[in-house]
């Protein structure tokens, strides 16, 4: 049932990328394949593959229960607002937030996870920043 | 003759004190990689790739480094097979049947000193294959046209689908999603946009490294993050790392398993230089073959010590193996060599007869740190190997905080870029799905890296043959590729070569 899915939603892809190639602008020089040639292949095998996974599915996944999918999915929110507080906090600050996230969810106690934090953070801070001469993202403090 | 002078050459790049120390820093990077469950050679390439960038080392020393770290997680594998029949990465799978019994009779230190022997012995004699055999490669390669290399590519994709997965349907569509995902971007022929729908961001294409990165090392996260729960109650923390008594077996013992060395190191260089196969094959049939031949008192499965030399000689060979058809044609035999490939097209180097014509330096001055990085990790792995047994002690809780930061310092010290990272994050939970989905994520790198090769030799080739698809079918060296595709899909089928799934037995 799970081969089922995932091919109806790659053929819904697939057809996708078929629409997406039909509207490349051409342009006024090319060669004989062009820039639609590639893609149209690929969607050939991306849609039949979908195709055959609709009709002879196999695979049952096993998806994990809903506080699990929560975790994950708030791990990648939490992903995301590194990426975007990272310019403004600086390196360190942002990344003592990530792994102390980090270490507290997989089981450390809050404080140690902190201070843990705290401890890779500035590590890899100065081992890559002064050390190894890599440039970081700094806040309006310079770290 | 003319190998050995370039090999002098190579030693005097990787005797620098830079190179050397880079192949000590792999070697130990890789041990610990390659020993850690869940953690193989690929995330531990993945993740130093951007750093080795960002950091601005030459090409021969990036290569130093990250092949020192792929050699390094080959020996590091069986570490956590043995000790705590947890294969360390997927090619140390075979070394559990024979190792964890040795581990129960109290042999644990003998297990893990004869496969060091046998990791040497196998990536010494690959090596060794390497210099001899892609030279050779090479001046075939010359021959090549973009209609050749064009069908050198679809050979490695389906020599990959024979091997990696059993559902092949699914490896066709995760070559066919890896492939996609390199279209994306303006293409370099014609230099309209294609797939970008307007996002400024999008017109460079997604970097293969961020693929590579998002779908290896962060959608790991997510799987130890989904699972830290079952983790504290079953498999690395809370299991005793067994007692490391006696490291020395007795010269007698060491004799019984010199043949299943030699055979196995055979084997698993073969399997390795076969596009797309890599070293997992390579562990798989060097096990199979020796139990097929040495089973006569039926101790194989029971703590037979031709069990665990004869897949560990298979796998480092089959590691170096890889390493040929690599550096000589530039089509990757295995994930790992994918990742390696993808960095040196960012530099700008493309690998095949040209890399030995152009850069020598990079071939021969890897092969030499190869040699030196072996001698390393014989050190590492025997007298040492009580440390990094230590390594397993260590909690996820502390492990996952620096695998993530590091991760994104190397991309963000790339690129600069937090767009990239966001990327870099979607790419994560899509690795994760398709864990979930049973889609196998070394051929979506792969076609994120080799998919733009791919369409430029096709182009290329299309437009010496005037259009003309039949071309393709045209020399012999295609017929002979067509003929191994063709037969690389099909039997196996026959012989019903499946490797077991290591997600039933790890997770």
Redesign the interface.
């Known amino acids: 049932m799970?081969?089922r899915i995932?091919g109806i939603i790659?053929l819904l892809i697939s057809i996708f990328?078929i629409y997406?190639?039909s509207i490349?602008?051409?342009?006024f020089?090319?060669?004989?394949?062009?820039?639609k040639?590639?893609?149209y292949i690929?969607?050939f095998?991306?849609f039949s593959?979908?195709i055959?996974?609709i009709f002879?599915p196999?695979?049952q996944?096993?998806?994990?229960k809903g506080k699990?999918i929560i975790?994950?999915l708030v791990?990648?929110a939490i992903?995301?607002l590194?990426?975007?507080v990272?310019?403004h906090l600086g390196?360190v600050v942002s990344?003592i937030l990530?792994?102390?996230y980090?270490?507290w969810?997989?089981?450390?106690a809050i404080l140690i996870?902190f201070i843990?934090?705290v401890i890779?953070?500035i590590t890899?801070f100065v081992l890559?920043n002064y050390v190894?001469?890599?440039?970081?993202?700094k806040n309006y403090l310079g770290f | 003759m003319d190998v050995f002078s370039h090999l002098v050459d190579g030693f005097a790049v990787a005797l620098t004190f830079q190179n050397i120390g880079l192949a000590i820093i792999g070697c130990v990077l890789g041990t610990v990689f390659g020993a850690l469950p869940g953690l193989g050679p690929a995330n531990g390439v993945a993740i130093l790739i951007p750093l080795s960038f960002a950091l601005g080392l030459s090409p021969a020393s990036s290569m130093i480094l990250l092949c020192s770290v792929y050699y390094g997680a080959m020996y590091g594998g069986r570490i956590s097979s043995i000790l705590l029949n947890i294969p360390g990465d997927e090619p140390a799978l075979m070394t559990t049947i024979d190792g964890y019994p040795m581990t129960l009779k109290g042999r644990a230190g003998e297990a893990l000193t004869l496969t060091g022997i046998a990791s040497f012995y196998g990536a010494i004699f690959a090596t060794i294959g390497l210099v001899f055999l892609a030279p050779q490669l090479v001046d075939i390669a010359l021959l090549f046209r973009p209609h050749e290399y064009f069908v050198l590519f679809v050979m490695a994709f389906a020599t990959l689908g024979s091997a990696s997965s059993d559902n092949k349907v699914k490896t066709i569509l995760a070559s066919a999603i890896g492939i996609a995902i390199s279209t994306i971007g303006i293409d370099n022929q014609t230099g309209v946009p294609r797939f970008s729908f307007g996002e400024v961001h999008l017109y460079d294409g997604i970097d293969f490294l961020i693929v590579i990165v998002g779908l290896f090392a962060v959608s790991e996260i997510f799987i130890f993050i989904e699972n830290k729960d079952d983790q504290n109650k079953g498999s690395i923390v809370q299991k005793n790392t067994p007692q490391i008594t006696n490291i020395i077996p007795s010269g007698k013992v060491i004799l019984k398993t010199v043949p299943s060395m030699i055979r196995g190191g055979f084997l698993g260089f073969v399997a390795g230089i076969l596009p797309g196969a890599g070293a997992s094959l390579g562990s798989f049939i060097a096990y199979t073959f020796e139990k097929k031949i040495s089973n006569k008192n039926d101790t194989f499965g029971k703590g037979d010590e031709r069990g665990v030399t004869a897949p560990e000689a298979g796998n480092n060979a089959a590691a170096g193996g890889a390493l040929v058809p690599m550096l000589a044609l530039g089509v990757p035999g295995s994930g790992t060599t994918a990742v390696l490939l993808a960095m040196l097209l960012t530099m700008n180097i493309t690998p095949g007869p040209l890399l030995f014509e152009k850069n020598p330096d990079v071939v021969w001055g890897l092969i030499a740190s190869l040699f030196i990085g072996n001698f390393v990790l014989l050190i590492l792995n025997i007298p040492m190997v009580r440390i990094f047994a230590k390594v397993l002690l260590l909690p996820p809780k502390f492990l996952m905080p620096i695998i993530i930061a590091v991760s994104f310092v190397g991309v963000y010290g790339l690129t600069g870029s937090t767009f990239d990272l966001m990327m870099l994050t979607i790419l994560g939970l899509l690795g994760w799905i398709f864990r979930k989905l049973d889609i196998p994520l070394v051929p979506v790198v792969m076609g994120s890296v080799l998919g733009n090769l791919m369409e430029v030799n096709l182009r290329r080739a299309m437009t010496i043959s005037n259009g003309n698809w039949m071309d393709l079918f045209s020399s012999n060296v295609c017929i002979v590729l067509w003929l191994i595709i063709f037969f690389a899909f099909i039997l196996p089928m026959f012989f019903n070569l499946k490797l077991p799934s290591l997600k039933k037995n790890s997770r």
């Open positions: 799970t081969d995932l790659t990328y997406a190639t490349i602008q051409l342009s020089i090319s060669d004989v394949i062009g820039p040639g590639f893609p690929i969607a095998f991306l593959s979908s055959w996974l002879f196999k695979f996944a096993i998806w994990p699990k975790e994950v791990t990648a992903f995301f590194y990426a975007s990272l310019p390196f990344t990530l792994t102390t980090i270490s969810r997989m089981g450390a996870a843990y934090g890779i953070s890899i890559f190894l001469g890599l440039s970081l993202a």
